[in-house]
């Protein structure tokens, strides 16, 4: 068993966990850093902050080993994923949608641990659909990096929502900085995604599959990411205008943001693909943590 768990933690990329987790958490102390409208007051318990973390840890582990699932097939028929674990036959189809299964059985039971809101278990099942839906997109719109992003920006916004949801349902803008740290994730994932998919641009128009980089070619794709980075670099900046709380730290963290996404672009070039494993996970990993730290010393400093 505990060598099954090891090829399955490593199967669903568990340490990838790190490009949505450090938003959840970010968006839980915003909620309870922020102040909340007049008349409402806002309180996190321990359960509350369990909550999230199991909640991101389940839904993530479920959409990822369910596009496992869906995608074994073709990751066989692709040179560079063909030695995953399910298409080698490391690990069985059936080990698999139990883990599945049994992850998403989780995520929905860890929502009750928000009660007596009952937000979260209401959209669970709707968002863990969305989450795993990702995993047919690529079959017929070449946006599915966009709705990789938009599977990851429900990280704060669920999170929000699990902390502040009947102040969200009495006063609708009360969501609006989760919403625009979420939109910097939307725009910051697909910017990555759509790199890390110029290394399959040439089979996914074999295969048939929808891509930004098989529809428009590896140095299209990449300015379509760039433009798409300096949209999260813009969302970002607009977070202040709807949490008032954040100052001279956060416009440093941010400025140092732009930076790492400027070399991560330096990095990848149309006729030079081995660094995007670089640029993927290690300048993405310092992001992310990166933007949890310093808005949080902002939030907590002011």
Not at 60 to 75: E, H, Q
Not at 161 to 178: C, F, K, N, Q, T
Not at 190 to 216: T, W
Request: proline share 5%; glycine share 6%.
């Amino acid at each position: 068993m505990p060598e099954r768990l090891r090829h399955i933690l490593e199967m669903i990329r568990f340490s990838h966990t790190v490009f949505a987790m450090p938003f959840a958490l970010l968006a839980t102390i915003m909620a309870w850093c922020l102040p909340a409208p007049e008349g409402e007051t806002v309180a996190i318990t321990w359960q509350a902050g369990l909550g999230i973390v199991l909640c991101m840890v389940f839904a993530r582990s479920a959409a990822m080993a369910f596009n496992r699932l869906v995608d074994r097939k073709i990751d066989a028929e692709n040179p560079r994923t063909a030695t995953r674990h399910l298409p080698a036959g490391i690990l069985s189809v059936q080990s698999v949608v139990l883990f599945t299964v049994g992850c998403s059985i989780g995520f929905v039971a860890s929502t009750l641990l928000f009660w007596p809101n009952w937000l979260p278990l209401a959209l669970s099942v709707p968002v863990l659909a969305f989450l795993c839906g990702y995993s047919y997109t690529k079959r017929f719109t070449s946006l599915a990096h966009y709705w990789l992003g938009i599977s990851l920006m429900l990280a704060p916004i669920c999170a929000w929502v699990a902390i502040r949801g009947e102040v969200v349902l009495s006063h609708p803008a009360d969501i609006l900085p989760a919403l625009m740290l979420g939109l910097g994730v939307l725009f910051w994932v697909a910017g990555f995604d759509i790199i890390y998919a110029c290394q399959d641009a040439e089979f996914d128009r074999d295969a048939k599959l929808r891509s930004v980089p098989a529809k428009f070619g590896v140095p299209g794709a990449l300015r379509i990411a760039a433009v798409s980075h300096l949209l999260a670099v813009l969302a970002f900046a607009a977070l202040p205008f709807t949490a008032s709380s954040l100052g001279i730290i956060y416009w440093i963290g941010l400025a140092a943001v732009a930076a790492l996404l400027l070399y991560e672009h330096a990095l990848v070039r149309p006729n030079d693909l081995s660094k995007v494993n670089l640029a993927f996970f290690n300048v993405n990993t310092i992001i992310g943590i990166g933007v949890l730290a310093f808005t949080s010393i902002d939030l907590l400093w002011n």
